[in-house]
T-cell receptor, first 116, second 115 residues
Framework: AQTVTQSQPEMSVQEAETVTLSCTYD???????LFWYKQPPSRQMILVIR??????QNATENRFSVNFQKAAKSFSLKISDSQLGDAAMYFC?????????????FGEGTQLTVNP | DVKVTQSSRYLVKRTGEKVFLECVQD?????MFWYRQDPGLGLRLIYF???????EKGDIPEGYSVSREKKERFSLILESASTNQTSMYLC??????????????FGSGTRLTVV
């Protein structure tokens, strides 16, 4: 079974600075998807960014980018020019692309605080 | 613009009660999921369904059951609520097949307290 680990329960960053959230996963599969979700205090989970494992190029969405290291099974999220609205719980998640691959496996989450 | 709706935002129930958590999606998604979220444990899958009347156990199904009579609705049932089921419950839905790449759409959660 796949597992996802986020080793940083809490992180903090100054407004306008850059922060990187770590995520590692364990799988024997070669094709899969990885996601970062954001959960603000409103509790609504929001998809931040996704990465398809067969793509070597790191995904980028505005101020959010990932560092995908397939061999190391690492998928970190970099937030540039941090804003107060980025404060939230962030979850890393894995999804198989094979049959029965509809479920997401989540990490424990990282609580990000943005200081003004 | 609401796409996944959970019937209650907060719920307080007594030990031993039968509890129903309802989830409705309007995106014609094949897959629907129930997770519970606890601090330090992330989201853990309780049950999921990939089609009407179909269900699969997740990682922590004990004490729960589910029902999916219509494609858009997926219900989580706590047969006899216990205090260790106090948690945040999140419903989600997704496409299958090539739609897997898009991840889930989540509801806004039900915070259940069992007293």
């Amino acid at each position: 079974a796949q597992t996802v680990t986020q080793s940083q329960p809490e992180m903090s960053v100054q407004e306008a600075e850059t922060v990187t959230l770590s995520c590692t996963y364990d799988t024997s599969e070669s094709d899969y998807y990885l996601f970062w979700y954001k959960q603000p205090p409103s509790r609504q989970m929001i998809l931040v960014i996704r990465q398809e494992a067969y793509k070597q190029q790191n995904a980028t969405e505005n101020r959010f980018s990932v560092n995908f290291q397939k061999a190391a099974k690492s998928f970190s999220l970099k937030i540039s020019d941090s804003q107060l609205g980025d404060a939230a719980m962030y979850f890393c998640a894995y999804r198989s692309s094979g049959l029965g691959g509809s479920r997401l496996t989540f990490g424990e989450g990282t609580q990000l605080t943005v200081n003004p | 613009d609401v796409k996944v709706t959970q019937s209650s935002r907060y719920l307080v129930k007594r030990t031993g009660e039968k509890v129903f958590l309802e989830c409705v999606q309007d995106m014609d998604h094949e897959n629907m999921f129930w997770y519970r979220q606890d601090p330090g444990l992330g989201l853990r899958l309780i049950y999921f369904s990939y089609d009407v009347k179909m269900k699969e156990k997740g990682d922590i199904p004990e004490g729960y059951s589910v029902s999916r009579e219509k494609k858009e609705r997926f219900s989580l049932i706590l047969e006899s609520a216990s205090t260790n089921q106090t948690s945040m419950y999140l419903c989600a839905s997704s496409f299958s097949g090539t739609g897997l790449v898009y991840g889930y759409t989540f509801g806004s959660g039900t915070r259940l307290t069992v007293v």
